[in-house]
């Protein structure tokens, strides 16, 4: 008899995976290249099943790795596969499922320790993969530089992987940016994490102006200003002393670029966006601090942190209407960006001044659950 279903295996007959594809109706395309092809049948078994096991994730990241580390040509045809996904579907790009594994993150707060483990395993494999396919080193301890100079020959495709060129769904309502940016802040999760995280960053940041530009709509140089004004403990061990002078160094490279790129007086005109806006729910001001509408200082995200993006928030309008959705990014100078999902699992990114949001108190999670 079948052993009880569990996160880290079940048994269960595995007749798709043994024809290679989640889709065994439709014929492979032998005119594809290796690489290419590899990253189609990951993609279409992570995008076609919720229900995997840890040793067919595990399998799949391993030909994802393998497939976005090809030299040349080869690795940049699979980075495209790996973004876009195919013609008319690219909710079912295998981007578009990491971007919802970044946003799923690694569970905070008391709770089942499994559970958690479990988490930063995935999350860790998650964004190996992700920084393989911006063309840098997952062996190398920084993203956006090397010891030996190798770097300079490092592929550069951070813009293709910032782009977000899916409709925002509940899983995934943002592309990699904001998540990643939570990420690199996410302490409890471990430095398989969290510094994984910063090699990303780092890694997409290498890319042109419009990355960095974007980056910037979305919440990056608040949280950085804040990082490299941190002063180290001298409590700290050796260990963490060694991490907080690379955390610093990605911090202080990332800050530079942001300088940068706020001294360009003609931003890049480019359609290069990790999530858009349709409509802001209170057009006739900004709000930024304050009671507004009923929404408390003390409840209003800040965002000079992360600690409130996936979580329920009330967004009060000017015009005495209530929205409830998840708040998924800052935006701007001064506003946050909100999830309103649909009965169908999707729905728009909407944006309010900060002032006008205000915490209630649930995860994105939840709505996850209650649509699985």
Same mark, same amino acid.
């Given at each position: ?7 880290? /295996? ?12 989640s889709f065994p109706h439709r014929p492979r395309d032998m005119s594809l290249s290796p690489a290419v092809r590899a990253v189609r049948d990951a993609g279409e078994k ?6 995997? #096991? &840890? ?14 580390r090809s030299p040349g040509d080869d690795g940049d045809a699979a980075c495209a596969e790996f973004c876009a996904g195919l013609p008319g579907a690219s909710h079912r790009?295998? =981007?578009?499922?990491?971007? /919802?594994? =970044? ?5 905070? /707060?008391? $709770?089942? *320790? ?16 992700? @920084?393989?396919?911006?063309?840098? !080193?997952? &062996?190398?301890?920084?993203?956006? #530089? ?8 490092? *592929?550069? &495709? ?12 509940? =899983? ?44 910037? &709509?979305?919440?990056? *140089? ?23 002078? @690379? ?26 966006? %990790? ?16 009671? @507004? ?19 329920? @928030? ?10 409830? $959705? ?15 999902? !649909?009965? /169908? ?5 909407? %944006? ?5 949001? %205000? ?14």
């Open positions: 008899a079948p052993s009880p279903a569990s996160d880290s /295996g079940r048994v269960r007959t595995r007749t798709l995976a043994r024809r290679g594809s992570l995008t076609g099943s919720s229900n995997l #096991t &840890r040793e067919e994730f595990l399998r799949c990241v391993r030909d994802l790795d393998t497939a976005l790009a295998a =981007l578009a499922w990491f971007a /919802g594994k =970044l946003r799923k993150g690694v569970a905070d /707060g008391v $709770g089942d *320790p499994m559970r958690k483990r479990e988490d930063v395993f995935t999350t860790a494999a998650a964004l190996q993969v992700l @920084v393989s396919a911006s063309g840098g !080193d997952h &062996r190398a301890t920084f993203g956006h #530089t090397s010891r030996d100079g190798s770097h300079e020959r490092w *592929p550069k &495709r951070g813009y293709e992987l910032c782009h977000a060129r899916w409709p925002p769904t509940v =899983l995934a309502p943002t592309g990699i940016l904001p998540p990643l940016l939570a990420l690199t802040q996410a302490k409890t999760a471990g430095p398989q994490v969290w510094m994984r995280a910063l090699q990303l960053a780092g890694s997409i940041a290498r890319c042109d102006d419009a990355v960095a530009h974007e980056m910037a &709509r979305t919440g990056w *140089p608040r949280v950085c200003a804040k990082v490299v004004r941190a002063i180290p403990d001298q409590a700290w061990d050796e260990t963490r002393a060694r991490e907080f002078v @690379v955390e610093r160094e990605v911090w202080q490279w990332l800050d530079a670029r942001f300088a940068a790129c706020a001294q360009t007086s003609d931003k890049p005109l480019d359609n290069l966006r %990790s999530f858009t806006v349709v409509e802001r729910l209170d057009p006739e001001e900004g709000a930024e601090g304050g009671a @507004v509408g009923g929404c408390a200082t003390s409840d209003a995200p800040s965002l000079s942190d992360t600690e409130w993006y996936g979580k329920l @928030v009330r967004v009060d309008g000017t015009n005495g209407t209530v929205s409830l $959705g998840f708040a998924v990014a800052a935006v701007g100078d001064a506003d946050v960006a909100v999830f309103l999902a !649909d009965d /169908g699992g999707g729905g728009r990114v909407v %944006s309010a001044g900060v002032g006008r949001v %205000s915490l209630v108190h649930d995860r994105l999670r939840a709505a996850e659950a209650s649509t699985s």
